[in-house]
């Protein structure tokens, strides 16, 4: 599935089983909920906090895959309410990062292998 796919079918789920999209700013809301939520569980598998409980090394990705999956959905809902293409904004984004950057990281002293 390619990106603009991945937009349509978020749509139709949208449509068949949200009824509809929460308005942009309830959906940033809950954006920065997900992230919370990535943020939280990054910083206890490679951070310095710990799980309140054991927890597998299985578990752990099963968890970090759905709440990046959770960010990656409510991302696309967001382009999709404001009409933008994700696909070309990625493109356009590593483009205008290639520019930006295509040297200033190999120049980096703090980047050079150790």
């Not at 990106?3 to 700013?25: A, C, L, M, T």
């Amino acid at each position: 599935m390619n990106i603009n796919e991945w937009q349509q079918e978020v749509d139709s789920w949208i449509s068949n089983h949200g009824v509809r999209y929460f308005d942009v700013k309830t959906n940033t809301i809950i954006l920065m909920e997900e992230v919370g939520e990535l943020a939280r569980l990054i910083a206890r598998m490679y951070g310095e906090q710990s799980f309140k409980q054991s927890i597998s090394d299985q578990e752990q990705t099963n968890m970090l895959s759905e709440e990046l999956g959770d960010v990656i959905f409510v991302l696309t809902c967001i382009a999709n309410q404001t009409g933008i293409d994700l696909e070309k904004i990625l493109s356009d984004n590593l483009e205008k990062k290639t520019l930006r950057d295509r040297e200033r990281h190999h120049n980096n002293p703090k980047l050079s292998e150790q």
